[in-house]
């Protein structure tokens, strides 16, 4: 068993308390993990505090060579994070599992450090020199889920200390040591104080909450449920933090009559199974037209049952179990109520601990459980439309909307179809298909602010306008 630390100011810290980190796949103890109280985050904002000004101040170009070094650091130590990934997490190292992840997580990485916000020049005449210059905002507190903790824990830090601020991140209490390895290591090639870590199990001390109201925290990224980020929402306001949040979804997919079910029924799976559904961007229902649902449902079918299900430290695991019992809880719920009502093609029963086979459904429609709620998990209600008009109105019918994707042979009117799906990224014939140099948010519930590429990177600076 792993005996963890956190990094502050450049040190390795410990606290009075610990609280356990359980492997999915077996329920075994991994670690025992600091559980910090609001004296520990407090000290690790004030590091952070304290090394802003002069990380602020390093010149950009060197900034830009120490966040390149982060993608070698990540790669160095590859698979050893994603050891701790699959223990802490329970995906399998293999497939779109642990290694996959930190493959990500070091590319995005790489990408990031290579970004910049040139001073743009708004006015230069015999009147003057007017500039817009982008500033760094302080103190930066990042919040990570548990789903891909190491990935999303380099999508918040990277572009904070690319632009000059510092950080404090707080992990899942479900998965946090992953991204406590990632920040001692990071340590080694960042000033001391530029990037601290805190852990906590969210129960005698919320951690996040008091993040969230941190009179030195300047901006808060938070990835998580929508009931979480609205929280964040309200105990910001009083310091009036720069928030970015990237919240649930319930991404519906269209299939239109004119696909290959043979064909897109490989993307249609992974669209929405990978991580075992635990994706926020996922495929989360799915709407095929009357002339090949039933086509359809037997591809999918066919493809999901042959994907190994198993501890996803056994090499030939493919998928893994539900991360946490809440979460599982939650999840069977949602697919006992779907088999009152709807037709099971595959799956649908628990498997031993927190182990759920691909669940594939159909006969449901909008007002079922399973096809409303964000069921973040292996389950795919499938719903039977005639009218795409329907369909189209059924998909934006819900207050998240996160992401979306149409399935045809014609991209011109898939193309159409999707520029009025309302949800901030919508893919042709894929789905979830993100990458570093695409803005990637959410509309309505799902979220503010962007991820990723320029855009992503302006929301972590002030602008400053300079007339001379």
Same mark, same amino acid.
């Given at each position: 068993m792993l005996d963890k630390t956190l990094t502050i100011g450049g040190e390795q810290t410990a606290t009075a308390g610990t609280f356990a980190v359980h492997n999915p796949s077996t329920g075994a103890v991994v670690a025992q993990v600091p559980n910090a109280t609001e004296d520990t985050l407090n000290a690790a904002v004030a590091a952070a505090k304290a090394a802003f000004p002069a990380w602020a101040a390093t010149p950009d170009g060197e900034r830009q060579e120490i966040c390149r070094k982060i993608a070698g650091v990540i790669g160095a130590h590859a698979e050893e994070l994603a050891t701790l990934l699959t223990q802490e997490q329970g995906k399998p190292l293999n497939g779109l599992g642990s290694r996959w992840e930190v493959g990500g997580a070091q590319g995005w990485a790489g990408y990031t450090a290579e970004l910049s916000l $040139?001073?743009?020049? #708004?006015?230069? *005449?015999?009147?003057g020199l007017v500039t817009l210059?982008?500033? $760094?905002?302080?103190v930066v507190g990042s919040i990570t889920p548990w789903n891909f903790p190491l990935m999303i824990a380099i999508w918040h830090v990277v572009p904070a200390l690319r632009t000059g601020n510092t950080v404090v991140i707080k992990p899942s209490p479900n998965t946090p040591l992953a991204t406590l390895k990632l920040v001692e290591l990071l340590n080694e090639i960042l000033p001391a104080g530029v990037l601290n870590i805190v852990t906590g199990d969210d129960k005698a001390?919320?951690? /996040?909450? #008091?993040?969230?109201?941190?009179p030195d925290i300047r901006k808060i990224i938070f990835t998580g449920s929508c009931a979480t980020g609205q929280k964040v929402m309200q105990s910001a306001a009083p310091t009036m933090k720069r928030?970015?949040?990237?919240?649930?979804g319930n991404d519906a997919g269209?299939? #239109?009559? *004119?696909? *290959?079910?043979?064909?897109?029924?490989?993307? #249609?799976?992974?669209?929405?199974?990978?991580?075992?559904g635990q994706t926020c961007a996922a495929m989360k229902r799915l709407y095929v037209h009357d002339s090949i649902h039933d086509a359809v449902c037997d591809a999918l079918v066919a493809y999901a049952r042959?994907?190994?299900v198993g501890d996803g430290m056994d090499e030939g695991s493919i998928l893994g179990p539900v991360q946490n019992q809440m979460q599982f809880d939650k999840f069977k719920r949602l697919v006992d109520s779907a088999k009152v009502n709807g037709q099971v093609l595959l799956g649908g029963e628990a498997g031993e601990g927190l182990f759920f086979p691909p669940t594939i459904i159909a006969g449901l429609k909008n007002g079922d459980p399973l096809v409303d709620e964000e069921q973040f998990g292996p389950a795919l209600p499938i719903i039977r439309y005639t009218d795409v008009e329907q369909a189209l109105a059924d998909a934006n019918a819900l207050e998240t909307g996160l992401g979306g994707s149409i399935w045809s042979r014609d991209i011109a009117a898939a193309r159409?179809?999707?520029?009025?799906? &309302?949800?901030g990224s919508v893919w042709i014939n894929k789905h979830g298909a993100i990458q570093p140099?695409? $803005?990637? /948010?959410?509309?309505?519930?799902?979220?503010?602010?962007? &991820?990723?590429? &320029? &855009? /992503?990177?302006?929301?972590?600076?002030d602008i400053q306008v300079v007339f001379s």
């Amino acid at each position: 068993m792993l005996d963890k630390t956190l990094t502050i100011g450049g040190e390795q810290t410990a606290t009075a308390g610990t609280f356990a980190v359980h492997n999915p796949s077996t329920g075994a103890v991994v670690a025992q993990v600091p559980n910090a109280t609001e004296d520990t985050l407090n000290a690790a904002v004030a590091a952070a505090k304290a090394a802003f000004p002069a990380w602020a101040a390093t010149p950009d170009g060197e900034r830009q060579e120490i966040c390149r070094k982060i993608a070698g650091v990540i790669g160095a130590h590859a698979e050893e994070l994603a050891t701790l990934l699959t223990q802490e997490q329970g995906k399998p190292l293999n497939g779109l599992g642990s290694r996959w992840e930190v493959g990500g997580a070091q590319g995005w990485a790489g990408y990031t450090a290579e970004l910049s916000l $040139p001073v743009k020049v #708004l006015q230069d *005449d015999d009147n003057g020199l007017v500039t817009l210059e982008r500033r $760094p905002l302080g103190v930066v507190g990042s919040i990570t889920p548990w789903n891909f903790p190491l990935m999303i824990a380099i999508w918040h830090v990277v572009p904070a200390l690319r632009t000059g601020n510092t950080v404090v991140i707080k992990p899942s209490p479900n998965t946090p040591l992953a991204t406590l390895k990632l920040v001692e290591l990071l340590n080694e090639i960042l000033p001391a104080g530029v990037l601290n870590i805190v852990t906590g199990d969210d129960k005698a001390v919320n951690l /996040g909450a #008091l993040m969230s109201a941190h009179p030195d925290i300047r901006k808060i990224i938070f990835t998580g449920s929508c009931a979480t980020g609205q929280k964040v929402m309200q105990s910001a306001a009083p310091t009036m933090k720069r928030l970015t949040l990237e919240m649930g979804g319930n991404d519906a997919g269209i299939v #239109l009559p *004119d696909a *290959d079910p043979q064909a897109i029924a490989e993307g #249609l799976f992974w669209g929405a199974f990978i991580n075992n559904g635990q994706t926020c961007a996922a495929m989360k229902r799915l709407y095929v037209h009357d002339s090949i649902h039933d086509a359809v449902c037997d591809a999918l079918v066919a493809y999901a049952r042959n994907i190994p299900v198993g501890d996803g430290m056994d090499e030939g695991s493919i998928l893994g179990p539900v991360q946490n019992q809440m979460q599982f809880d939650k999840f069977k719920r949602l697919v006992d109520s779907a088999k009152v009502n709807g037709q099971v093609l595959l799956g649908g029963e628990a498997g031993e601990g927190l182990f759920f086979p691909p669940t594939i459904i159909a006969g449901l429609k909008n007002g079922d459980p399973l096809v409303d709620e964000e069921q973040f998990g292996p389950a795919l209600p499938i719903i039977r439309y005639t009218d795409v008009e329907q369909a189209l109105a059924d998909a934006n019918a819900l207050e998240t909307g996160l992401g979306g994707s149409i399935w045809s042979r014609d991209i011109a009117a898939a193309r159409a179809l999707a520029a009025r799906m &309302e949800c901030g990224s919508v893919w042709i014939n894929k789905h979830g298909a993100i990458q570093p140099n695409a $803005p990637f /948010g959410g509309r309505k519930q799902s979220g503010m602010g962007v &991820e990723f590429g &320029e &855009e /992503g990177l302006l929301e972590y600076t002030d602008i400053q306008v300079v007339f001379s």
